[in-house]
């Protein structure tokens, strides 16, 4: 009887599970974000698909795993691409509805209507009241045409309000009527609640609006634009028209002014010919390209070179303490690595680093690390070496091991020394099976933002250029830089540039790829 | 290696201790000297290695514990050390998990069952494994504002959203899996279900247990990634209490505020159990890839 009640229970459990994503999913809808929720649909009909039918079997393995992969590796890659080809910026930070939203919520003061407010006690708290004057009221019905000032002097009470906070609040009003609203309180006791107040919005009974304009006045506001059936928006106050532009993301006036916010546009080809071609942009990305490339070739070169000289030196048979020598040159490996690159960036600082003491004491030198391009640039790759050697010196280590003894034997008996050795017989045996591991460190060189960021943050900067970007800078902490430390927060232009590192990334992935099947296959 | 002993040999010998001794110094030097900071009294103090006075003040800080200084100020923690490393091991913790689940299903698909398209998508998970999250900042800081415009705790500057943000990670592990299970004989889950398993009982109950080490290596390396993880961290988190370690740290050392003893205490407590663990698992790690399922 077990599987039946099994079988029950899992029917339960999937219509649960069903429920749940349908509420969420509605949830989603509501909320007015129809992309999202569709997209939610299909994955969920998808999994449900997957994880009920029979001849699926197999993708029930499959689904999470490549799903992840989907969702939190493939998304991000092509939402990058994407946000490239748009003018994602500060500026333009927000989708076309959200735009349209604020743009449509900016509001204009009616200045002609003009309530006389004061203030009065209530049993709990105050009660405002508003009285139009007589005067302007017929140029404010005019103005409005909704005819609502157009009566003869009026007097409107809010209910008792407490007003001891800020937050805004929107309070209805009534016509005063019989009401007997009390003596009016004295200026003092405005202004002691004047934040208070100019937090209270009031609504009148026909739906305008008003705010605390002076210490006795309240003056209605209005929507300032408003919406056409052709999606151009029309100004109460001048008459003007606004047309959405989506080649530049603004709306605009007939004139061409842009209004602020503007809005999200695919703007084609534009960050990339801005990257390549805008003297402003060029000069400090070719600057920065070629120090990434310098920055990741030396870090290899040094980092792969001293880890092999270390395999080889503690490879020798007649050398003690190997064992010791090889824990604690691997220690560097073994520290997070954010923490030793703070660790040095504090070594280095040039007034109170350690190392400047040292060198101060021992030279009377005290360089100054972080201000000179060329000591940056060396600081870094000193450090850089440091953290990496380790991995080379196990890689090589456990690639020298699979070489045959006999083969040194057979040299010994020859009398060759230790540079034949190596140049005659290891080097050639573990340059194969080492290729892809000097490729891959070289990708993730390119790419070695943390180093680069915790260490100088790129500093020193370019003082020729006023995009930020500096002489140790490479590419992806330019990226970085543009995207979340400048002003501009051109996320366009980051993801371009970082749609360009992504081709670098395939080729040197493409290379170690063919490079590791050619190993395997001669292995074989 | 064998090498042909000549004349020069011991001053080789001499000349390759002295090398390694320079170099281990030149080394532990970084290391020994936050040790040694973090143990002077100050922040600006400048000393010799071993400091002529012994003081506590920054590891209580460390702590969260304040303290009294000379003047009979009290001197209040600067940051909330434990409360990151609290945060860091709570997403690493449960971003670990996850991984492991994720990749072991699909590592198990990808090594025993037969489906279109096998060897395409597996190349491609390796092609997309070499694309660092750090390329995508931009776009997983766009995608967490929209999630969070609906679900406020899981958008911007909440740290689930670090956690399915590194999820991403499962590519890289699928594949490190899926090799360990190739060199586990299929035959051994084939005999259970010749005699009346069903394919997911020969999963769960025979080729999980047999591939324990490798799922305990895969937890700890992904743990300790995520440990250390620091871009995607900066970006999405933003409130000082929310943070993970690896960007809490950086806050110390800011020119205008320079707290270098301060960080060092926070450095050596919070290095050291990380550092420790991946020791241990530096070991485990060699074994549990070398080994397969068929012992002796």
């Known amino acids: 009887m077990q599987p039946r009640y099994r079988r029950i229970g899992s029917r339960i459990a999937v219509a649960l599970a069903a429920l749940v994503a349908l509420v969420s999913v509605y949830q989603l809808y509501l909320g007015g974000n129809l992309a999202l929720a569709a997209a939610c649909t299909a994955g969920f009909g998808l999994a449900f698909y997957v994880f009920t039918a029979r001849r699926t079997y197999t993708y029930r393995y499959l689904f999470p795993g490549l799903a992840g992969i989907a969702m939190f590796t493939v998304l991000p890659l092509a939402y990058t691409v994407w946000i490239g080809f748009t003018n994602y910026s500060s500026k333009n930070l927000l989708t076309f509805e959200r735009a349209t939203e604020v743009v449509l919520g900016e509001v204009y003061e009616r200045s002609s209507v003009r309530y006389q407010f004061t203030l009065r006690a209530a049993e709990h708290g105050f009660r405002i009241v508003l009285r139009t004057g007589g005067d302007d009221e017929a140029e404010a019905g005019a103005g409005s045409g909704s005819g609502s000032a157009a009566r003869p002097p009026t007097e409107f009470i809010t209910e008792a309000l407490a007003l001891t906070n800020t937050a805004p609040q929107r309070v209805a009003v009534v016509p005063l009527g019989g009401i007997d609203p009390g003596e009016p309180l004295p200026l003092k006791d405005v202004i002691a609640r004047r934040d208070a107040i100019r937090a209270v919005t009031v609504l009148f009974p026909d739906g305008a609006a008003a705010t605390m304009a002076s210490l006795r006045e309240f003056t209605p506001y209005q929507a300032l634009y408003q919406r056409n059936p052709d999606g151009s928006l029309t100004n109460r106050q001048t008459g003007g028209r606004l047309t959405p532009n989506f080649q530049t993301g603004f709306y605009e006036t007939a004139t061409g002014d842009q209004i602020q916010p503007g809005f999200r546009v695919y703007v084609g080809a534009d960050n990339y010919v801005r990257v390549f071609t805008d003297g402003k942009f060029r000069g400090p990305f070719l600057r920065v390209f070629v120090w990434t490339v310098v920055f990741a070739a030396a870090s290899v070169i040094f980092t792969a070179g001293l880890g092999m000289l270390l395999a080889e030196l503690l490879a020798w048979e007649s050398l003690r303490f190997a064992g010791l020598y090889r824990v604690l040159l691997f220690l560097p490996y073994a520290v997070p690595s954010f923490i030793s690159i703070l660790v040095f960036k504090g070594l280095f600082n040039r007034n109170f680093g350690e190392i400047n003491l040292i060198l101060d004491g021992l030279l009377g030198l005290r360089p100054n690390w972080t201000g000179n391009a060329l000591l940056a640039r060396g600081m870094i790759l000193i450090v850089n070496t440091w953290l990496g050697y380790p991995y080379f010196m196990l890689i090589c280590t456990g690639l020298q091991k699979s070489i045959s003894h006999d083969l040194y034997e057979a040299s010994a008996l020859a009398g060759a020394g230790p540079l034949t050795n190596f140049f005659q017989i290891t080097w050639p045996l573990i340059r194969k099976p080492l290729t892809p591991l000097l490729v891959s460190s070289f990708a993730f060189n390119f790419n070695n933002f943390v180093i680069i960021y915790l260490l100088t943050q790129g500093r020193p900067d370019f003082l020729d250029t006023n995009v930020p970007a500096g002489e140790t800078d490479i590419l992806v902490s330019y990226t970085y830089r543009i995207a979340f430390e400048d002003s501009g927060q051109q996320f366009g232009l980051a993801c371009a540039i970082a749609t360009l590192i992504f081709a670098v990334v395939a080729t040197l992935s493409v290379i170690n790829l063919r490079l590791t099947r050619a190993n395997v296959e001669e292995r074989r | ?296």
């Open chain 2, 1 to 296: 290696m064998p090498i042909v002993a000549g004349k020069s040999h011991r001053w080789r010998l001499i000349g390759a201790h002295g090398f390694l001794i320079a170099l281990v110094l030149a080394t532990s030097f970084p290391l020994a000297m936050v040790l040694s900071i973090s143990l002077r009294p100050g922040n600006f103090a400048s000393g010799s290695l071993i400091p002529d006075q012994i003081s506590f003040e920054h590891w209580r800080l460390a702590f969260g514990i304040s303290y009294v200084d000379v003047d009979g100020r009290v001197v209040l923690p600067p940051f909330p050390v434990m409360r990151w490393l609290w945060n860091s091991v709570k997403v690493a913790g449960v971003a670990a998990s996850l991984i492991v689940a994720l990749s072991t299903t699909a590592a198990y698909a990808f090594s025993r069952l037969k489906f279109r398209a096998r060897t395409a998508t597996l190349n491609t998970i390796v092609l997309l494994q070499m694309f660092p999250p750090v390329l995508a900042l931009v776009a997983i800081y766009a995608i967490f504002e929209v999630i969070g415009a609906h679900v406020s705790w899981l958008g911007v500057d909440s740290l689930p959203s670090v956690v399915i943000a590194y999820l991403g990670q499962v590519a890289l592990y699928v594949w490190t899996i899926k090799g360990y299970f190739d060199t586990i004989p299929a035959e051994i889950e084939e005999a259970a279900m010749v005699d009346g398993a069903t394919p997911f009982q020969a999963f769960r109950r025979v080729l999980l247990p047999m591939a324990v080490p490798i799922l305990a290596v895969v937890f700890i390396l992904s743990f300790i990634w995520c440990i250390i993880e620091y871009p995607v961290a900066s970006v999405l988190l933003q409130s000082e209490d929310r943070l993970t370690l690896a960007v809490g740290s950086r806050l110390y050392l800011y020119e205008q505020r320079y707290l270098w003893g301060d960080f060092a205490a926070a450095a050596v407590l919070s290095g050291l159990p990380i550092t420790a663990v991946f020791l241990l698992a530096q070991r485990w790690m060699v074994s549990g890839l070398t080994s397969g399922g068929l012992k002796g």
